[in-house]
């Protein structure tokens, strides 16, 4: 089964996503257990505080190691080789979240993903208690809570058993190293716009060739960064 807890100061926040789809479905299938947390549970002052203002100055206020090491501590052990739950910070100087990485994810034993807000956390929180600071991409949000939604979505269609086909998380999107292609229902016909022959002549040898063609163009169009190391070994290079 796959286990997470999220550290967040807006836990409410997962409520109506952990209850919806597939996530829903699977956390009633008891396939998945994921709960959310509030930082604030852990703090120790009348004000329930977790920021200050960063030494050195500068714009916004910074997530403190009190009590934000304590929490993390208490749901997921100690940093070191005997803790057993997998800490991720999301984070803007983490690595690129990548089909990839989700299946490196999965393979861990349990996970606690911990949401940042403000200016970002105390870089001792980050040496002390995290182990993996992942990134959702090159852009700025408010806080972590987006991108933990999206690891958790990314994760639990992986776990067997939530999808209905299990060929949906096989054969997709970033599945491997190049874009799906485009995929085409009834009418065969829309406003001119034809579905391509192949794809209804039930050769299916064709039909997978056809494919395998379609997604290397889309992928050199859209992200020929994809194709960088093929391309180089094709090359010789």
Not at 49 to 69: K, Q, R
Not at 71 to 86: F, Q
């Amino acid at each position: 089964m796959l286990e997470i807890d999220i550290l967040s100061l807006f836990p409410e926040l997962f409520a109506p996503f952990l209850e919806t789809a597939f996530v829903g479905q699977a956390r009633e299938k008891g396939l998945a257990r994921v709960v959310a947390h509030n930082l604030r549970g852990w703090a120790t002052d009348r004000h329930r505080s977790v920021d200050d203002t960063p030494y050195g100055g500068g714009p916004g206020m910074v997530m403190t190691p009190e009590p934000l090491i304590p929490a993390i501590e208490a749901l997921a052990g100690a940093k070191g080789p005997t803790r057993k739950t997998h800490v991720v910070a999301l984070s803007p100087q983490g690595r690129p979240l990548t089909q990839k990485g989700l299946e490196d994810l999965l393979t861990r034993e349990r996970l606690l993903l911990v949401c940042g807000r403000y200016e970002g956390m105390d870089q001792r929180v980050l040496d002390l208690a995290v182990d993996e600071e992942v990134s959702l991409g090159d852009y700025v949000l408010s806080g972590g809570e987006i991108p933990a939604m999206a690891v958790i979505e990314g994760l639990v269609r992986l776990v067997p058993g939530v999808l209905g086909n299990p060929e949906s998380a096989q054969f997709e999107s970033f599945g491997g190293d190049l874009l799906e292609g485009p995929q085409y229902t009834r009418p065969p016909d829309y406003r001119g716009h034809g579905v391509p022959e192949v794809l209804r002549s039930g050769d299916h040898a064709a039909i997978a060739r056809w494919r395998r063609d379609a997604a290397v163009q889309w992928t050199r169009e859209r992200r020929p960064d994809l194709l960088a190391g093929d391309e180089n070994e094709e090359s010789g290079g």
